[in-house]
């Protein structure tokens, strides 16, 4: 079993103790942690050792809500006049970009996304899927990725009714039955949930047969609510119903099932969310990039409401996702006492509670039993660390720092900011040449 030490660290251990230790030490053992604080090491022989230079030391970063597929997307204007709202903005890039990947594209936008989250300290990503023109297997092409990288994955795949009744059923079964055989035979590494893409591109028919199939499979759900008014209305105007009441009709509410954005949720369906231990995504930059409008986060919380955070597509940098939300709070609401600490605890402790739900192997701290997703990042503070001030490092410091270290299940992927078992330039080549060819094909 390979080893690994950690020397010289500001570790911030964010466990149960909350523990702030300078020149501090994390020994690793395969892809766990066996030791963490000021201990002796004459007893351990490692590997390699790894000297933080006065570094922080902290757990990897979860991004609760990604969609790796979109990563050709960037610089990419739709053909035609500009989308105009959320419908447009779906049908005119969205589903016209996803249609057009096949598999091998499917794997290399998850290659360099996840590179990109490595990158930024990341590593585990829970990703929601699309790609209909290679849907069968296009779970297995994001695996690979994930293994290639190094990271931790939770996959879904997007079902809707927008090009064919129920598509994608199969595949969130198939992919959940392949998981389960995986963590029996002792590897976590990915985990599943099933996906839909959200209420209003989902018929009764096809919602009821993920229900039964999800239910049967004993799995949670990761799902689109309330992202924008035309969800709310199609469901009201076809159902009679708003977006909470009928996902409980069908029984997706619970503890394992992840509902993304709720910027359109009433007081009463946070209660539903409450009530039911569901899990409330938000992804602020996204939000505001749609001109969709603000996600009560505060009153979620004040709720009780296990609300935690992602990117959904718009990069893969988590801390900037945690600035944004409490910018985003404090300009609506126009008061600036607001969301600071909760953005925080959001990002680092909600977004590890939503993580453990999902995955059987424990992690988010730096603490003994752990699965060792570490970040070093390229920060020596210059004002005091401690528990008081450790968020306004987070938001203000961390957030424009460089990540030099990542370590990954007890594996060093990230070293000095490069990726060296992966041929970066290669992939960036061949990524550009495919980017190209995706273009060509949206019309
Ligand atoms: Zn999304």
């Not at 919380?301 to 988590?318: A, E, I, R, Y």
């Not at 570490?374 to 450790?390: R, S």
């Amino acid at each position: 079993m390979s080893s690994l030490l950690i020397t010289n660290g500001h570790l911030v251990t964010l466990d149960e103790e909350n523990r702030f230790i300078e020149n501090g030490k994390v020994y690793i053992e395969g892809n766990r942690i066996v030791e963490v604080g000021d201990f002796p090491t004459e007893n351990y022989t490692p590997d390699r050792t790894i000297d933080a230079r006065g570094s922080l030391v902290m757990p990897g970063l979860i991004n609760a809500h990604h969609h790796l597929y979109s990563t050709f997307a960037r610089g990419f204007t739709p053909p035609g006049a500009p989308a105009q709202n959320f419908e447009e903005i779906l049908s005119k890039l969205w589903w016209k970009l996803d249609c057009a990947l096949d598999a091998e594209d499917v794997y290399y936008s998850a290659l360099l996304a996840l590179m990109h989250a490595a990158r930024a300290g990341c590593t585990t990503v829970i990703d929601h899927h699309s790609s209909p023109s290679c849907r069968d297997g296009s779970l297995d092409q994001l695996e690979q990725a994930f293994r290639e990288v190094g990271l931790s994955g939770c996959l879904a795949y997007e079902v809707s009714d927008r090009n064919q009744e129920g598509e994608g059923i199969e595949e969130n079964e198939r992919y959940i039955r392949k998981c389960r055989n995986n963590h029996e035979s002792g590897d976590g590494r990915m985990s599943a949930l099933f996906g839909m893409h959200a209420l209003m591109t989902l018929g009764t028919r096809t919602l009821q047969r993920c229900a039964d199939s999800a239910h049967s499979l004993n799995s949670g759900f990761h799902v689109h609510a309330a992202e924008d008014e035309i969800d709310v209305r199609v469901t009201m105007e076809l159902y009679g119903r708003r977006v909470m009441d009928r996902f409980l009709d069908f029984g997706i509410p619970g503890p394992k099932t992840i509902f993304v954005h709720g910027v359109h949720f009433q007081s009463r369906e946070l209660d539903l969310l409450r009530s039911t231990d569901s899990m409330l995504v938000n992804n602020p930059e996204s939000n505001m990039n749609n001109g969709l409008g603000v996600a009560p986060i505060l009153d979620m919380l004040k709720h009780g409401v296990m609300v935690g955070v992602g990117t959904d597509g718009m990069s893969s940098h988590l801390i900037s996702q945690a600035r944004a939300m409490y910018l985003h709070q404090r300009t609506c609401q126009r008061d600036p006492t607001l969301a600071f600490s909760e953005a925080c605890e959001i990002l680092l402790h909600n977004n590890r509670t939503i993580c453990n739900r999902l995955f059987s192997e424990p992690r988010g701290a730096l603490a003994p039993g752990q699965l060792a997703d570490i970040m070093i990042p390229d920060y020596v503070p210059f004002t005091p660390l401690n528990a008081d001030t450790f968020y306004g490092h987070v938001l203000f410091g961390l957030s424009f720092a460089r990540v030099r270290t990542t370590i990954a299940r007890g594996r060093v992927i990230v070293e000095d900011g490069l990726l060296p078992h992966l041929d970066e330039e290669a992939i960036r080549a061949h990524c550009a040449e495919r980017a190209n060819r995706i273009w060509a094909r949206i019309t």
